[in-house]
């Protein structure tokens, strides 16, 4: 009877630890997985980015595109050669970043804290062109891209900020306009006793 309750106690005991090594490997690998997205973001957000072509490309984007091509339902690719070259550079860029996004291989916030706002600009360019290569080619076309700004637009970077609990300087030039914390109205100052002089 002793031997019996020995028995399952030890069967129960090596079925738990099964169950806890099967969960050890699962999260290790989970971990590999994030780290190895979390490694690929980084590289998109720095070396990718900060490339002088990428630069190039966003600038253009950006700053010239719309004057150089102002006509409603010109697709991407109704645009030369050189200039597709360079509204696929950024678009896809930023496509790569929102599949990271949507399929949860990187923290949102690191997205967020480094995209928002220059997707958020090349997106209001881009989106006329992206929507008429839609109605040609599908409603999935660079929908990352899209996926990356409606989630960039949904969440604020001032509240990012804050949520964050990133530091920031109590005050800063008033030409600068960034005064975001409510301003309080000026002391008089006491006059200094002593004579002038």
Request: charged fraction near 25%.
């Amino acid at each position: 009877m002793i031997s019996d309750f020995v028995d399952v106690a030890a069967a129960f005991i090596s079925m738990v630890a099964v169950v806890l090594t099967a969960l050890f490997a699962v999260r290790q690998l989970r971990s590999a997985q994030t780290a190895n997205h979390t490694i690929v973001a980084i590289e998109l957000l720095t070396r990718v980015r900060s490339g002088d072509e990428f630069q190039e490309a966003e600038d253009y984007v950006i700053n010239q595109l719309a004057k150089a091509y102002p006509e409603p339902d010109v697709s991407v690719g109704d645009l030369p050669p050189e200039v597709r070259r360079l509204v696929s550079r950024v678009a896809l860029y930023y496509n790569g970043l929102g599949q990271m996004l949507a399929f949860a291989a990187v923290d949102p916030r690191l997205l967020m804290s480094t995209v928002s706002f220059r997707s958020r600009q090349a997106w209001r360019v881009l989106e006329p062109y992206i929507l008429a290569e839609r109605a040609r080619r599908g409603e999935t076309y660079l929908s990352h891209f899209e996926h990356l700004v409606h989630t960039a637009a949904h969440n604020p970077w001032d509240t990012a900020v804050r949520k964050l609990k990133l530091r920031r300087f109590a005050s800063y030039p008033a030409a600068l306009g960034l005064a975001d914390r409510p301003k309080q109205a000026a002391q008089p100052r006491e006059e200094d006793p002593r004579p002038a002089g």
